[in-house]
């Protein structure tokens, strides 16, 4: 018995993922978020158990404006995941996969868009990362949980590389075939 898989069946697949994966970003963002407004705001004891359980207490308490870099630069981080899925639902959702033609300035924009959006979580994760690192000089006693939250950087530059390369093979493409247009 021979089981086949189809594209279309792949497709739907990674639609569904992709979905449960934008859905579980906004989730993250909007919980970095009111973890810092609640903590800063309402009941810093909580600072204990902020956002996936990571122990900010030290960092709260060496200084507020320090943890709400930190807490910014999470949420930054996260919307940006969640914007580059959002693109990615979005191309699902409108269908524009099965209708545009492979080389086309469509395809070429998203694929900049994502690789614009990867180069800022590459960013904001090393500002973030590095940071933490002169906080923990300062004598500040970290969670490791979140120093690993920013740990990552390097990978999200290099997807950034190449979705730009990407994106300019898609826009040699659309060269190559207005060229062919024009000719017939």
Request: charged share 15%; glycine share 6%; with cysteine.
């Amino acid at each position: 018995m021979e089981i086949r898989i189809t594209t279309n069946q792949i497709l739907k697949f990674l639609e569904v993922l992709s979905w449960i994966i934008f859905i579980g970003l906004c989730i993250e963002a909007g919980g970095i978020a009111f973890s810092a407004f609640y903590i800063c705001y309402i009941n810093p004891i909580n600072a204990k158990t902020s956002w996936e359980g990571m122990d900010l207490t030290s960092l709260y308490n060496f200084d507020r404006g320090y943890f709400l870099v930190e807490m910014l630069v999470m949420f930054i981080i996260s919307v940006l995941k969640a914007i580059m899925f959002y693109l990615i639902v979005k191309l699902f959702w409108k269908k524009n996969l099965h209708t545009f033609n492979l080389f086309s300035n469509i395809l070429k924009n998203l694929i900049l868009s994502w690789s614009l959006l990867a180069l800022g979580i590459a960013l904001f994760s090393e500002c973030g990362y590095n940071s933490l690192i002169w906080l923990e000089s300062q004598g500040v006693i970290l969670d490791k949980k979140q120093l690993l939250s920013f740990a990552g950087s390097d990978i999200w530059l290099f997807m950034s590389v190449i979705l730009f390369l990407i994106a300019q093979v898609v826009k040699k493409g659309i060269e190559i075939q207005n060229e062919n247009d024009l000719t017939i």
